[in-house]
């Protein structure tokens, strides 16, 4: 079975930019999670869909955002990038229940630098 | 609100050491506990988990034993292989669907 895809890998963009990163999440599963990870705050939770609907939002600004289509794929969209949102940006996905119940699977994650 | 606090090392340890990589957390209600490994170049992968107090969650010669009265999770194996080298996440989920980490702690093992 595939595993959390996630494109693309590497990605450099200029001030101001916009990005989209895209996840495809493991057959199967309704629930996409996505995560930023920078060497001064560690891992932090962005946002969660489920079914096309966002059920938990991390404390982002609004700059940051993320929808996810019928097919269980998911985008996040980062618009006037700043040079502090260079960050490995990862996506996981899983069944949907609680996360006791319903394991997350990583994605090797997006490489996203801002110049 | 929720938090995971962490030893964030590096710790290195020699081929055979006995591994403990301390975990408190802070956390209204009951969270479930987990940690996570990533080896260089790859994303996380789930290592054990625990969903209640003094519930053990094992994996690959790893432990840790959910321990509310001390509010830790702390990782232990009893020896350590060089594949074992990658950084380790403590992280727990309260009753939303995120999961909230601490910083890692980034370990190698030496032949």
């Known amino acids: 079975k595939a595993g959390v895809t996630q494109t693309p890998r590497y990605l450099i963009k200029t001030r101001g930019q916009q990005v989209t990163l895209s996840c495809s999440p493991i057959s199967g599963h309704r629930s996409v999670s996505w995560y930023q990870q920078t060497p001064g705050q560690g891992l932090q939770f962005l946002f969660e869909y489920f079914s096309e609907t966002q059920r938990n939002k991390g404390n982002f600004p609004g700059r940051f955002s993320g929808r996810q289509f019928s097919n269980s794929r998911s985008e996040m969209n980062v618009s006037t990038l700043e040079l502090g949102d260079s960050a490995l940006y990862l996506c996981a996905s899983s069944w949907g229940a609680g996360l006791a119940e319903s394991e997350q699977y990583f994605g090797p994650g997006t490489r996203l630098t801002v110049t | 609100g929720d938090s995971v606090t962490q030893m964030e090392g590096p710790v290195t340890l020699s081929e055979e050491a006995f591994l403990t990589i301390n975990c408190t957390y802070t956390?209204?209600?009951?969270?479930?506990l987990f940690w996570y490994v990533q080896y260089p170049g790859e994303g996380l992968q789930l290592l054990l988990k625990a969903t209640k107090a003094d519930d053990k969650g094992s994996n690959k010669g790893f432990e840790a034993t959910y321990r509310k009265e001390t509010t830790s999770f702390h990782l232990e194996k009893g020896s350590v292989q060089v594949s074992d080298s990658a950084v380790y996440f403590c992280?727990?989920?309260?009753?939303?669907?995120?999961?909230?980490f601490g910083k890692g702690t980034s370990l190698l093992v030496t032949p």
């Open positions: 956390a209204t209600g009951y969270p479930s």
């Open positions: 992280a727990l989920s309260g009753a939303g669907y995120a999961l909230n």
